[in-house]
């Protein structure tokens, strides 16, 4: 067995510092939820006409206190803003209408918009719809991998590449736990990101090893 270098043995130590503190993160206060999938409230605003919704967010401000928001656009022609937020009391409400009606010279009547409320979005959820596609993506790979490096040594390459995935996964939702990202609509792009640069590694890994040992046998 080689010996691990001591630029290896660098990488491993930060690697398991990393990963041990992202498990202690996660034990103790969790991962930072996008304000999209917390229990929220939410309201909609049917505007008439165009509108920036830098305008909107503005207003929510002022209304909010600076307290985090959604503000979106809705429907076809883009003339209904939603408006969401951990929490929208009744004065709230008509705070932002009469803001909404000032700006834009409106009409809106508040009584007449609810109050949307929101469940929470658990993580399990985000990440159900992509398991077995991943799952199975990563069986084939793995198959080809195999099949290809055998002269590498097929358990070699089995147990060594299931390794490394599995490491730089947790490494990523470490990383996104200690940092405090908040985990959404961008967590799933950025763990198809390292899986693709992982898979990349490994197969520029393979390949220099092999050709190594093809011209160790010339």
């Known amino acids: ?10 990488i491993c130590l ?23 999938m917390q229990k929220n ?37 883009g003339d209904t ?23 834009y010279s409106l009409e809106l009547n508040a ?5 949307e409320k929101i469940p929470n979005e658990r993580i399990r959820d985000l990440i159900n719809p992509y398991i077995f596609g991943f799952v199975l993506a990563t069986g084939l790979i793995l198959v080809y991998m195999i099949l290809k490096y055998k002269k590498l040594g097929m ?6 590449s299931l390794c490394i995935i599995v490491i730089a996964q947790s490494t990523l939702f470490s990383v ?9 609509r961008l967590t799933i792009p950025m763990v198809i990101v390292v899986y693709l640069f992982t898979l990349y590694a490994l197969t520029h890994n393979y390949e220099n090893k092999l050709e190594k040992i093809k011209e160790e046998n010339k």
């Open 1 to 10: 067995m080689k010996k691990l270098t001591k630029k290896t043995k660098a």
């Open 81 to 103: 803003v939603s408006i969401t937020a951990n929490e929208i009391t009744d004065e709230q409400k008509q705070q932002l209408v009469e803001k909404v009606n000032e700006k």
């Open 155 to 160: 358990l070699n390459i089995l147990i060594k």
């Open 176 to 184: 996104i736990a200690i940092t405090r990202i908040p985990v959404g």
């Open 111 to 115: 009584d007449s918009i609810e109050i």
């Open 41 to 77: 409230n939410r309201i909609e605003l049917y505007l008439e006409k165009d509108f920036e919704i830098s305008d909107i967010k503005n207003i929510a401000n002022e209304v909010f206190q600076n307290k985090p928001t959604v503000i979106q656009k809705v429907e076809v022609f």
């Open 14 to 36: 930060i690697l398991a510092v990393v990963i041990i503190a992202g498990i202690v993160v996660m034990a103790t206060v969790g991962f930072n939820i996008e304000l999209s």
